[in-house]
């Protein structure tokens, strides 16, 4: 039985896991670095920065305290950006139980190793079995699981006792959790997305509508899929709700940070000001330059992704960038999908 349960940090998507958590009837500490965000949540009950005109559950218990936050946690969710990962998980190595259930929810490759989540936090804290590590993802909009509407995600963890823990934990009448035992796959399926979203907004913020958009997310599935495959994952992954489940929700909807930010730079706003306005990670602007490397580095073919790269870190316009996608040589649909996909699917 899980007793006493920590989410880390209290941004808009830690707070609804946190919220889903004490509707499950358990004791949750939220831990923030901000003294201020930390007072609102104990006295006020809300995280008016992050999701306002929402009232918490007085189960919520906000820390600046990583100590108190994680010591004799048997449960620990890590809502950390991608960038912080590392330095986290480093901080709390001193005080986390080896036999807790570690579940991240973050969809971000480490930009210096190009390492996935689980990968970071299994070199902080070698005194934790890897296979116990648990990643969530999944279409998922924070202000949407606060309000209490149906939403559906995914748990993957190598050892399947581990993600049923998370699936445990984590399910009940209007978060439904499903598990999966490709890590890899859900992780780099829930990063990637964000890449494409960037360039849903894009597009809708120039105006090339449904046609547009509904081939930007089907080719950009294909990228994913190609390198995510190529990186050891399975392909029915990029089918399940990490995959297109996760691209259809990112890219359509106005919650979606990343699609808002690509809509802001079809405007014309330079990215320095669009991150600065957000005033939220953006984990797709890093994550495209994570992929342009890795693409790279996997020698794998992502037209979408190297457009988006120069828009965002080489100055190239979105109009041009559109027309070299729409220019490309000629191909095949068919051989741009992974072929065992092609023969998995045709079982």
Known sequence: MTNKVSVLVAGSWGTALASVLADNGKQVLLWSRNEEQVKEINEKHSNSRFLPNFELSPLI??????????????????????????????????????????????????????????????????????????????????????????TTVVVAAEDLEAAEAAQDLMINAYFRVYTNPDVAGVEVAGALKNIIALGAGLTDGLGFGDNAKAALMTRGLAEIARLGTTMGANPLTFAGLAGIGDLIATCTSQHSRNWRAGNKLAKGMPLEDVLKEMGMVVEGVKTTKAAYELSSRYDVTMPITNELYLVLFAGKSPQLAAQDLMGRVRTHEIEEVPLELITKVSK
């Open 61 to 150: 218990v906000a820390t600046n305290s990583l100590q108190e936050a994680v010591e004799d946690a048997d449960a620990i969710i890590l809502v950390v950006p991608s960038s912080g990962m590392r330095d986290v998980a480093s901080q709390i190595r001193p005080y986390v139980k080896k036999d807790a259930l570690l579940i991240h929810a973050t969809k971000g490759f480490e930009m210096s190793t190009l390492k996935r989540m689980t990968e970071v936090l299994a070199d902080e804290l070698p005194e934790m079995d890897a296979k116990r590590l648990v990643v969530l993802s999944g279409p998922s909009h924070a202000e949407e699981v606060v309000q209490k509407r149906p």
